[in-house]
């Protein structure tokens, strides 16, 4: 019973791995093209907004501490989505990460102090 607890814990240390770091920090390259073809491919359309919201929430958590704010608690998923289908529809050329930077920078300017 003991080794088959160390072999576990093995196996989860070897998976918890950045093996998969790079697929997360890659749809941040994602172009303002393929998000607004994303109607096409659901499974994309998922991936994208997940990675949309927590890019925006890592950011709230590292930057809404320094501010003394939660600057995302007023918006939701799918104003995030509107938000960045405008910034695309007007950006073409930019990439997904440059989006949601815009957006953050946008939503802590508009911060009550």
Avoid at 73 to 96: F, M, R
Wanted: proline share 3%; net charge neutral.
């Amino acid at each position: 019973m003991k080794n088959s607890f160390y072999i576990l814990m093995v196996m989860l240390a070897f998976s918890a791995m950045p093996g998969n770091a790079g697929a997360n920090t890659v749809l941040g390259s994602v172009s303002c093209k393929q998000w607004q073809d994303r109607q096409n491919k659901p499974a994309d359309a998922e991936a994208y907004t997940i990675w949309l919201n927590g890019y925006l929430s890592g950011a709230n958590a590292q930057y809404g501490d320094m501010l003394g704010r939660d600057f995302i608690k007023n918006s939701d998923k799918i104003s995030i989505v509107d938000w960045t289908d405008a910034y695309c529809k007007k950006h073409s050329e930019s990439q997904l990460e440059d989006s949601a930077n815009a957006l953050i920078k946008l939503l802590i300017k508009d911060l009550p102090f």
